[in-house]
């Protein structure tokens, strides 16, 4: 199913929506407006997925806490998922007058879209939310997404860890997957899922990679113009 050339879809970064510090509803403001300017001024369509965010760890921590030992990759990832939907139904609430009243949570199923918003969430284990969103991509005929994080840039390691980490402007899928490999594991620190790297790149999908909070820098990767951050493909 195509449904434009208008259509936009953001892998939008739990940890936006809820950092350590609980909810941000100051960023959601912002992003309720940045949506709405874009649908009323420019008629673009969205789909937004919304990752699980803080929610998730500290629903995992809670439950290793209480059972005294790790969980499975499996309860893992089935608390990330639902964590997910409550932030992807908070994202809708917000959005609801202009979003499709469905939180998308089953790939299986083609949604028809009527309204200029449609949020998703996680599916089931194995699938990160960006994954969900590369689907999105292949179901409905969108060849680029834009990933909304925390940081600005896909570095060659991670600069937290490693002082010689260098920022990546564009890189192709198959040096990115040389880096970030192609195991998945429930909370992997990445800047893109490594599954999700390889749909994309069986795909021809363009990921454009950026900070999230800064709003401006999105609306220029949207415009096609130069924007702070990294470009996969």
Known sequence: MTIGDNTFILSLGGS??????????????????????????????????????????????????VLGHDLTNDDLDWLGIHSTR??????????????????IKHYEIILKIEQPVA????????????????????????????????????????PRQFKDAKPIDTISWEDYRKIVGDVWTPRLNAPFDPIASQLAQKNNVTVRF????????????LDGKPFIGSTIG
Not at 125 to 146: F, I, M, N, Q, R
Request: aromatic share 8%; net charge neutral.
């Open 16 to 65: 936006l929506v809820v950092p350590n510090g609980g909810i941000d509803t100051q960023f959601l403001l912002e992003l309720n407006t940045f949506i709405r300017r874009q649908v009323s001024e420019k008629n673009r369509r969205f789909f937004i997925v919304v990752g699980g965010g803080a929610t998730a760890g500290q629903y995992i921590n809670a439950a290793k806490e």
């Open 86 to 103: 409550l932030n992807a139904q908070l994202v809708r609430t917000v959005l609801q007058d202009i979003a499709d009243p469905r939180v």
């Open 119 to 158: 949020v998703a969430a996680g599916w089931k284990p194995g699938w990160s939310t960006d994954y969900c969103a590369v689907t999105l991509c292949e179901d409905y005929g969108v060849t680029s997404l834009v990933n909304m994080s925390n940081v600005d840039k896909v570095y060659t390691k991670d």
């Open 210 to 221: 950026l900070n999230g909070k800064n709003l401006q820098n999105l609306e220029d990767a």
